[in-house]
């Protein structure tokens, strides 16, 4: 019978505990010119920038070309990690 108030003890400690334990916050956006475009002047430049011969045609200091191209982009960029952050700023242009 001992065990059993144990158990139960432990299994109402834990569901209260599970249950004030705050939701852990939300990532903030990845933000264009702060996180992408510095990856894009680094790989991009000049061609892709102001005075480049591809600007004309493919603006990479505009987020609605970078959203355009999406994940076609890696041909230049080899980073896993900034593959990541391209990515996840592509899903997040997605869901507005």
Same mark, same amino acid.
């Given at each position: 019978?001992?065990?059993?108030? $144990? ?16 939701? &852990? ?8 010119? %702060?996180?992408?475009?510095?990856? @894009? ?7 892709? $920038? ?12 505009? &987020? ?7 994940? %076609? @982009? $890696?041909?230049?960029? %080899? ?5 990541? @952050?391209?990515?996840?700023? @592509? ?6």
């Amino acid at each position: 019978m001992r065990r059993l108030g $144990f158990a139960f003890a432990l299994a109402t400690t834990l569901a209260l505990a599970a249950s004030t334990t705050p939701s &852990p916050k939300p990532a903030a956006p990845v933000d264009f010119e %702060k996180q992408i475009q510095p990856i @894009l002047e680094a790989k991009c430049q000049p061609c892709h $920038f102001p005075g480049g011969k591809m600007y004309a045609k493919r603006p990479f200091d505009r &987020p609605a070309t970078i959203i355009d191209l999406g994940e %076609k @982009l $890696f041909t230049r960029i %080899k980073d896993e990690d900034q593959r990541k @952050l391209i990515r996840t700023f @592509l899903t997040e242009q997605k869901a507005r």
